[in-house]
């Protein structure tokens, strides 16, 4: 590292051939397979640890995958995936990420991941919501993330990970990237790079309680708004049905997996009486979308504060869940003899950056994978356990393609140009606003309240991590308010009070820009 002045401070300056943001398994698949291309790979990660940085880590039901001789078939989880995205989804993005999974995993595992089994040598396969069949694949029971994550860092032990690195901004000129503005341990610095792979996960810190870790605030979303790299489907934020409800209502709160209901568990209010009955063929196997929804009109006909998930009956729970088990036993509860008090909770951002299958975003050198990506896959609403699969199918493919892209363009110099102009909220007040107004269900009144919420931002210098995390949020809301307000209909995730039903001629992507410093939805895109 050398240090260099510019734009007014003392910048300390690297060079690499391709740059990634995040160590969760979308930003470690793409750094090895850039760094298996032979390129010069510097891994960026806010956190100073790593255990308990990534929503890989936390990550409890699986990875769904169809096996090889099984009676599954790849057209099955496509024809799952396409049903539960509400129209959405673009099935030809689904079928190459779906037919890749199997050789993905099969990676995974010469990495050193270790799967349950059934008996030896077969794989165990759980069932979660919106599967037809059993095709999910975990590890440890409930701990499929901290082993997939656990193989992965083993892998990247080799990689040039600088940890306590905050990304500020993406570099470019006309041509594309040329690096990455840091917030690192020795102050500001940039790395110049020609390829820069975004892989900065989700945003549930948006609401006020999220099964989200602390760095979930939607940083890869400002990152690329502000490269001027437009983004899609954000309006569709997913609400996991079953968060566990404890009685603490602000940050990361314990998920209670869905592959317990995969497993019996069922879903009653405070009465006993089931909370999906006639909602939708599938009961409390529905897709998400479906059972958070239903909870939500339940506790507001009964002003209850929770429902319940009743795993009583389940035989051996507490080998099969220990993370659940230990959850709730922390919260004072034994779920194998009461039932486990549940909320629905911010959980997964089924849009994000635009980019292809193979993470490619509209500006040359700049890709995205893992949730911080719209591929396509999830269209409005994320099938269960689908996203481990992408973050490591796009998240491989992208590092590929960004080493041959750093390839073909040669060294670049990244330059500081005059900064977005960055204004934030307080993060409380962000948080109180969103989950008021742009939770489980909006409509327009209050989609329009929390757009003027969202006009009365500060000036804010990104000196902290916590800084720059407020001003990331508070661009990621806006974009978030703009195409929620934009979609006068209900799909998928995205249920407006006021407008219930979803409009045929309203099956299409929303493409969200900033211009002039605002959020503004784009003539959405029709769906192939
Ligand atoms: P993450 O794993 O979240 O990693 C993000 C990385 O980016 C971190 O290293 C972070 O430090 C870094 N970062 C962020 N911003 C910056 C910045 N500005 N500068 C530098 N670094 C930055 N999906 C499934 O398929 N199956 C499951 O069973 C499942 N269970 C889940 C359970 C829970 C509790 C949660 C929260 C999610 C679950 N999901 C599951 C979803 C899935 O885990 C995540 O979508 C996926 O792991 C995201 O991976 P990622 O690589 O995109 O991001
Ligand atoms: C869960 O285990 O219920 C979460 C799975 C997911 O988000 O895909």
Partial sequence: MTAIACGGGTHWQQRADVVVIGTGVAGLAAALAAHRQGKRVVVLSKAPQQEGATAT??????????LPRTEDSIDAHVADTVGAGGGLCDPEVVYSIVADGYRAVTELVAAGAHFDESEPGQWALTREGGHSRRRIIHAGGDATGAEVQRALDRAAELLDIRRNHVALRVLRDDAGVTGVEVLGEDGLGIVHAPAVVVATGGLGHLFGATTNPDGSTGDGIALALWAGVPVSDIEFIQFHPTMLFDGHTGGRRPLITEAIRGEGATLVDNQGHSVTAGM???????????????????????????????????AGFEERFPTVTAACRAAGIDPTSERIPVVPGAHYSCGGVLTDAYGRTELPGLYAAGEVARTGMHGANRLASNSLLEGLVVGGRAGREAASHAASTGPTR?????????????????????SRHASVVRDAAGLRRLDDLLGTTRRRNPATRAGFEDIALT???QAVASAALARNESRGCHHRGDHPESVDTEARSTVVRLVGGSAVVEAPAAVA
């Avoid at 409390?284 to 009964?302: K, M």
């Fill in 280 to 314: 939708h063929p599938m009961g409390d196997l529905a897709p998400r979308d479906v059972v958070a929804a239903a909870i939500d009109a339940r506790l507001t006909e009964t002003g209850d504060p929770c429902v319940y998930l009743d795993a009583t009956g389940i």
């Fill in 414 to 434: 990244g330059e500081l140009t005059d900064r977005p102009d960055y204004h934030a909220l307080g993060r409380a007040e962000l948080q109180q606003g969103m």
């Fill in 475 to 477: 661009v990621t809301a």
């Fill in 57 to 66: 880590f936390y990550a409890q039901g699986g990875i769904a995958v169809v």
